[in-house]
C-alpha cells in the first residue's frame, strides 16, 4: 500500500508541474487544457499524441496538452489530483473506476455538453457504464471481449468442434474440450491456462453469459450482493478444471495474461483466455511459424453475453473550460479517429459507424470475430456499484484466489462474496 500511495502522491506531482488545468496561458487569450492518457502501446501512444496535434493544429485558440498517466495508478492519482485541485481537464479512464469520483462530484456531468452525434453514434448499452443516477459521467470509447487464443494446430488435430459467435462452446462443453485435449497432449501439457492474478472481472464479466449477476439494485436504490446458480457456472468450471480434472494449469493462477504466453508459444497450453487487445503481444512474439486463432469465450443459454468496461473519456467537474474539453473529447471520437484508437489498442471502438469499417473485419489477427461479439457486449455487473474497488480488493480478490486454488470450498466462496461484501457496501451507501 505504501508503494501505491507513493506511486499516486508521484503521479499528482507530475501532474502539478504541468502547470493547472483549464488556465489560459500566460496572457495570449489562448485556453488550454490537459489531457491525461493512459495509453500505453507504442501504436496507442502515437495515435493519441498525433490526434492532440491535429487538433491543436484546427484550434489555435484551444491548445490541449498531452500528458501521460498509468493503469497501475490511475484511481489513486486522480483522488489525490481532486483533492488537491489540480486533476486534469481531460480524464482516460476505465467505466468501472467512475462510480465513486461520479457520485462524489468530481466528474462533470456531460449530459448536456455532447453533441447529438456521439451520443447516437454510441449505442444505450454502453452509455449505461457511465451513467450514474440521471448524468453521464464518462464517454465509452473502446471495449474487449475476453476470447479464446488458442492454438490453431493442437485444436484442428484435436477433431474437436470449432466454436463460433453464432454458436459457442457451452461452459460444460468448454469443460470437457479441455479435458479431452490435456488427455491428448499428454503429461505436463493442459488444455487451458487460466491466469488468474486479478480474478474478479474475469469471472464477474463472463458470468453473464450464464446469468450470474452478483450485484442487485433495489427499488430504494441500494445494492446487495446475492450467489444465484448463475454466478457459480463460470466459477465452477475455473474450480473443476483445476481441481477435479486437471485441465487447467495450477501454476498460472498467480499470473497476469503475458505471463502465460511463453508456455503457450511453447505448446504447453492449447488455449488461453484473454483480453481481445493480447493478440498485439502474440503478434510482436510469437515464433514465425507458430498459428493460432482467435475464438470466442464460451456461453451459457443466454448466448455469447459478457461483461465489459469500456475505456472512456471524462470531464473534470473543476475544468474552468468543460465546454471546449468536450469538444476535444467529441472530435477525438469521430468515427474515423475512433477507429485509429481502436486499432492503436487492438480493441474494439464502441461507435457504431467505427465498428463498420472494414479494417475492423478482417479475418487476419482475429479482428472478425472480435468485431461478431462486439454486440453481446453489456456493462460489467459491478458497473455503478459504489465501493466495488474495495470489495474487490479487500473482499472478492482473495475470496477467488481460495477458491481457485482448492483451499475453500463454494459455501465459503459464496460466504465471504455475500457476507463481508455487503458490509462494505453498506458503508458507501448510508
Given at each position: ?170 461452459w460444460e462443453e468448454f469443460r470437457q474440450i479441455t479435458a479431452e485435449l490435456t488427455r491428448q ?77 511463453p508456455g503457450f508459444f511453447g505448446g504447453k497450453y492449447a488455449m488461453v483466455p484473454l483480453g ?155
Open positions: 500500500m505504501r508503494a501505491r500511495l507513493l506511486t499516486a502522491a508521484g503521479a499528482a506531482l507530475a501532474l502539478l508541474l504541468t502547470g493547472c488545468g483549464g488556465a489560459d496561458g500566460e496572457g495570449d487569450g489562448r485556453i488550454r487544457l490537459r489531457f491525461q492518457s493512459l495509453a500505453w502501446q507504442k501504436e496507442s501512444v502515437d495515435a493519441n499524441r498525433e490526434l492532440v496535434q491535429e487538433w491543436n493544429a484546427a484550434h489555435p485558440d484551444v491548445q490541449v496538452e498531452y500528458v501521460q498517466g498509468s493503469w497501475d495508478s490511475v484511481h489513486d492519482q486522480l483522488l489525490t489530483s481532486f483533492e488537491g485541485g489540480e486533476a486534469p481537464d481531460i480524464i482516460h479512464d476505465a467505466s468501472d473506476d467512475l462510480a465513486d469520483f461520479a457520485y462524489g462530484g468530481t466528474l462533470a456531468d456531460l449530459s448536456e455538453l455532447l453533441p447529438e452525434r456521439l451520443k447516437n453514434d454510441i449505442p444505450q448499452q454502453s452509455w449505461l457504464t457511465t451513467t450514474f443516477g440521471k448524468g453521464i459521467y464518462g464517454v465509452p470509447f473502446l471495449q474487449e471481449p475476453r476470447v479464446l487464443i488458442a492454438n490453431k494446430k493442437i485444436l484442428e488435430a484435436s477433431g474437436v468442434r470449432m466454436p463460433t459467435a453464432e454458436r459457442p462452446w457451452s497432449m499428454g503429461d505436463g501439457k493442459y488444455g487451458v491456462a487460466w491466469p488468474l492474478r486479478e480474478p474478479v472481472s474475469v469471472t464477474l464479466n463472463l458470468g453473464l453469459s450464464a446469468g450470474g449477476r452478483l450485484f442487485h439494485r433495489g427499488d430504494d436504490g441500494k445494492v446487495t450482493i446475492d450467489f444465484t446458480d448463475g454466478d457459480g457456472v463460470v466459477a465452477r468450471t475455473i474450480h473443476d478444471q483445476i481441481n477435479r480434472d486437471g485441465s487447467a494449469a495450477r501454476s498460472t493462477l498467480g499470473m497476469g495474461g503475458s505471463d502465460t504466453l481481445f487487445s493480447y493478440r498485439q503481444q502474440i503478434v510482436q512474439q510469437a515464433p514465425e511459424d507458430f498459428e493460432w486463432t482467435v475464438l470466442p469465450a464460451p456461453a451459457g443459454p443466454g448466448g455469447p453475453a459478457q461483461g465489459v468496461s469500456p475505456q472512456t473519456l471524462s470531464v473534470a467537474q473543476d475544468s474552468a473550460h468543460k465546454k471546449e474539453a468536450a469538444q476535444f473529447i467529441d472530435f477525438m471520437l469521430q468515427p474515423a479517429n475512433m477507429v485509429r484508437l481502436a486499432q492503436g489498442d487492438w480493441m474494439l471502438p464502441t461507435g457504431t459507424q467505427a465498428l463498420r469499417d472494414p479494417a475492423l473485419h478482417t479475418q487476419k489477427d482475429g479482428w472478425a470475430t472480435g468485431a461478431e461479439l462486439a454486440t453481446h457486449l453489456r456493462p460489467a455487473p459491478a458497473q455503478s456499484v459504489r465501493g466495488y474497488p474495495e470489495w474487490k480488493d479487500k473482499v472478492a480478490t482473495p475470496a477467488y484466489q481460495e477458491f481457485y486454488s482448492g483451499a475453500i470450498d463454494v459455501q465459503e466462496l459464496e460466504k465471504r462474496l455475500v457476507e463481508d461484501g455487503n458490509l462494505v457496501l453498506a458503508r458507501y451507501q448510508r
